[in-house]
């Protein structure tokens, strides 16, 4: 039972540089989403998906694209990475609109 | 705008004690849902429950109940007889009603951190 997977667990960017959090689910949840945790605080919802093809802004978009080409796959792109993008990102999954969410282990970011 | 308040930022108890876990929103909507979520040392997010705002009845599970009050816009959540392995940040969180059609975003509060002393 693979669940909702985030890659890479870990990783150090330097300023200005970019790159790409990759989420899949393997559940068929149709709902997707994207949260950051920073030190000491909740989680703030980034972006999110209501299936294939469509995606919108949640609360802190600013710095960050994604893309859902596919049902199982929810990629985070960080364009630029600056200091403040330092966090952990959660992705997460539901299969009915008010249903719980199924995250992922977490991805932790540093931008030095 | 709809706010989820956990007051206390950490809370220190000794294995065996009983440790209440307070959680205050705010939404003007009648009908939402809300959330707790266990964070361990690891850092997963672990789902413990789902109440519905219609569903005030308290619920329990093992040692774990959630006293909903929806006259004072509550829903604490009490261990007890805690464990080490209790040992955690939790979270309680709030559905956004105003968006039914785009997937339930959940709005967190800061989290409480509670530390079981053998």
């Known amino acids: 039972n693979a669940g909702v997977t985030q890659t890479p667990k870990f990783r150090i960017l330097k300023i200005g540089q970019s790159m790409t959090l990759q989420c899949a689910q393997d559940?068929?949840?149709?709902?997707m989403y994207w949260y950051r945790q920073d030190p000491g605080m909740g989680l703030k919802l980034i972006y999110y998906?209501?299936?294939?093809?469509?995606?919108d802004k949640g609360e802190v978009p600013n710095g960050y694209n994604v893309s859902r080409s596919t049902t199982e796959d929810f990629p985070l792109r960080l364009e630029l990475a600056a200091p403040s993008q330092t966090s952990v990102y959660f992705c997460a999954s539901s299969y009915l609109v008010s249903g719980e969410l199924f995250f992922g282990e977490g991805s932790r970011l540093t931008v030095l | 705008a709809q706010k989820v308040t956990q007051a206390q930022t950490e809370i220190s108890v000794v294995e065996k004690e009983d440790v209440t876990l307070d959680c205050v929103y705010e939404t003007r909507d009648t009908t939402y849902y809300l959330f707790w979520y266990k964070q361990p040392p690891s850092g997963e997010l672990v789902f413990l429950i789902r109440r519905n705002s219609f569903d005030e009845q308290n619920e329990i599970s093992g040692r774990y109940s959630w006293n909903f009050q929806k006259s004072t816009s509550s829903f604490n959540f009490t261990i007890t007889a805690s464990q080490v392995v209790d040992s955690a940040v939790y979270f309680c969180?709030?559905?956004?009603?105003?968006?039914?059609?785009?997937?339930?975003?959940?709005?967190f509060g800061g989290g409480t951190r509670v530390l079981v002393k053998p």
């Open positions: 969180a709030l559905s956004d009603p105003r968006f039914k059609a785009a997937g339930n975003k959940l709005t």
């Open positions: 998906s209501v299936g294939a093809g469509i995606t």
């Open positions: 559940m068929n949840h149709n709902y």
